[in-house]
């Protein structure tokens, strides 16, 4: 028993709380596994405590403990590193027809960064609470899916139901919380990635709060934007001509009115269209100036702009460029990040694939919905290649956590999505028309 000091402050209250409720779970995590819990819950835990937080993943270790789970189901353990230290990791179950284009279940394995102080639990201790949740970071995004891959297969395999037609790859990539420029990017591009012969790939959706899943079949593309705004610098009680502070307001101006309109058009259609509809614009930083009194020679704003693949795209450039003309003839822009891919996967039965994976959730009552993804996942590198792919976290009634504190995952949605990749991969891999 702890004894609470008095504060002043309820915050501190508050954040001693915490502080005692994560000492309380790192004593007693390895105790809170329920002898009885099933192997697809403890496995999850365990994989959860692997800490491949950004910017420092422990990438060795989430590869031998993946290596692991392999090597425990007799399948092949292959990993490639396109940089040092940044290993990709693909579980293989060979089918009786090889020749075929084969089957992956792809997920990433680093998490973004935890700011411990907000979370009730220590994010790597995996404590399962008396409700069933199970926190952690990585519950949502996306250690659960990557898991529940592999314990649907166990379970096929248990039941004498492991062969299959085609080829199974379970592929975990490093770096996607980064871009993935340094994992599937890379790989994509290898003879390692282009002997695995993948013909249809799953990745990650998103949770959602409503009763019906989310699938993806294409993304909106990431432009991450730089406007510079050159001026005439001088003391700063003057009033001078040709500010960057005066350019910037200009260009800040344009692009929030733009972000207006889009967001007006979005509101307007709310029951046909939803976010990846419709192309978003948000001011995520801006920097310049030397000092109080100097009025700089330079100013910088960014923008975080996510353009759809039903935009045009030279269209949408143009319109920057406007932006910036009209603030000033000497203001530029250039792209951090220009992703150009308006590849999206079908969405209909005329297509094999989307034919099988469609046909399981409504064969089951499972009711879904199709969107165009918001962020960015690796996904956009297969469709840029011509691969199709799809985005299913299957997590419904469950609030959207992904990146925030006490992110978690009830034990039994998550064995519902298990149980729901069981006949997904079943069906998939034994897809007979190519």
């Not at 790859?169 to 993935?180: S, T, W, Y």
């Not at 692009?255 to 948000?282: H, P, V, Y």
């Not at 700089?296 to 039903?310: G, W």
Request: hydrophobic share 35%; glycine share 6%; net charge negative.
């Amino acid at each position: 028993m702890f004894a609470i000091p008095r504060f002043h402050s309820f915050l501190a209250v508050r954040q001693t709380a915490k502080g005692i409720s994560r000492f309380l779970a790192s004593q007693t995590t390895m105790a809170n596994n329920d002898q009885n819990e099933d192997i697809a819950v403890t496995n999850f835990r365990r994989y959860i405590r692997v800490n491949t937080e950004q910017p420092n993943p422990n990438y060795a270790e989430c590869k031998e403990f993946l290596y692991g789970l392999g090597k425990d189901l007799g399948f092949e353990c292959n990993s490639h590193e396109c940089v040092p230290g940044k290993p990709i990791v693909w579980l293989t179950k060979k089918g009786t027809d090889p020749s075929r284009k084969s089957l992956m279940l792809y997920s990433h394995t680093d998490v973004v960064p935890t700011f411990k102080d907000m979370w009730t639990y220590d994010p790597y201790a995996a404590v399962k609470d008396d409700q069933g949740r199970i926190f952690g970071r990585g519950t949502q995004d996306m250690k659960s899916v990557g898991i529940q891959y592999v314990e649907a297969l166990r379970r096929l395999l248990s039941k004498g139901e492991g062969d299959f037609l085609r080829t199974i790859h379970v592929v975990f990539g490093p770096e996607e919380e980064l871009g993935g420029a340094e994992g599937m990017e890379m790989f994509i591009e290898t003879e390692q990635f282009k002997n695995l012969n993948i013909g249809f790939s799953l990745d990650e959706g998103i949770a959602n709060p409503d009763d019906h899943f989310k699938v993806y079949y294409a993304e909106r593309c990431p432009w991450w934007l730089k406007v510079t705004c050159p001026g005439s610098p001088g003391h700063g009680s003057r009033f001078l001509e040709n500010t960057p502070g005066a350019k910037l307001q200009a260009v800040i101006n344009n692009f929030l009115q733009w972000r207006e309109s889009q967001k007006a058009i979005l509101e307007a259609n709310s029951d046909a269209m939803t976010l990846g509809d419709i192309t978003s614009c948000n001011l995520t930083k801006v920097d310049g100036g030397v000092q109080m009194n100097v009025v700089p020679a330079e100013m910088n704003a960014y923008f975080d702009i996510r353009v759809t693949p039903l935009d045009d795209y030279e269209e949408i450039e143009k319109k920057i460029a406007e932006f910036c003309k009209s603030a000033g003839d000497d203001v530029t822009y250039s792209f951090i990040q220009k992703a150009m891919i308006k590849n999206m996967t079908p969405t209909n039965k005329s297509d094999p694939w989307w034919n099988i994976f469609s046909s399981v959730l409504e064969e089951n009552k499972l009711e879904y919905k199709t969107e165009i993804f918001v962020g960015a996942t690796d996904s956009r590198f297969l469709r840029r290649a011509g691969y199709k792919a799809i985005g299913f976290s299957p997590m419904k009634n469950t609030p959207t956590l992904l990146h925030d504190h006490d992110e978690f995952l009830t034990e039994d949605e998550y064995l519902r999505g298990v149980e729901i990749y069981e006949k997904l991969i079943s069906a998939l891999a034994n897809n007979a028309e190519d």
